[in-house]
């Protein structure tokens, strides 16, 4: 049986049970917070149990290194949408310490994709169309700033309200201890 059949028969099993009820909540975030965060496995449970999270308290956005790398981009838009349409207050930019995007070499990403068997000529192609996949797959040296930078981003958007705090934070993915790099009440 594959992953998607387990998953879609233990599905079936969920809704027959009824087990959705405990997780029932409307989507205007509880808590008004949204909170861009790392894909990383470790965080699914450890990031919003270690914050006292329930479903409903918040959107969670997350992405590799809970980078926002460009002010226009989905990252952005999802901010922006849970702001104005979802009646968040608050922005929470949380990295976490031994991000596998930290030190992240464009080149191994990239012999891998070859080793996929994307051919040459489909990155060249890219590279001709204006898309620097260097920097593009490029990570960071230090999850710290990485998670300034992007907060600095969000601060400095042209379209969040002044009155939304932006805050960064780093979680350990073993203890759930957080660190507060920027209070949004400095702002």
């Excluded at 989507?27 to 470790?42: A, F, G, N």
């Excluded at 790398?69 to 901010?79: K, T």
């Excluded at 979802?86 to 030190?103: F, Q, R, S, Y």
């Excluded at 507060?180 to 702002?187: K, N, Y």
């Amino acid at each position: 049986m594959s992953k998607l059949s387990e998953i879609l028969s233990y599905n079936a099993e969920f809704v027959a049970r009824k087990d959705y009820e405990s997780y029932r909540t409307d989507r205007y975030p509880e808590k008004r917070m949204v909170i861009l965060t790392c894909m990383d496995t470790r965080l699914i449970e450890l990031l919003p149990k270690a914050m006292n999270l329930r479903n409903g308290d918040v959107k969670i956005i997350k992405n590799a290194g809970a980078i926002v790398s460009h002010p226009f981009g989905s990252v952005m838009r999802s901010i922006l949408v849970a702001v104005y349409t979802l009646k968040a207050e608050e922005v929470l930019v949380i990295g976490h310490h031994d991000c596998g995007m930290t030190g992240l070499a464009p080149d191994t990403v990239l012999n891998q994709v070859k080793a996929a068997g994307i051919p040459q000529a489909t990155l060249d192609i890219l590279t001709h169309a204006g898309i620097d996949l260097t920097h593009w797959l490029t990570g960071f040296p230090c999850v710290s700033e990485a998670v300034i930078r992007s907060v600095d981003l969000v601060r400095r958007h042209p379209l969040l309200p002044q009155t939304v705090r932006v805050h960064g934070l780093v979680i350990h993915p073993e203890t759930g201890k957080l660190d507060l790099l920027s209070a949004g009440d400095s702002q």
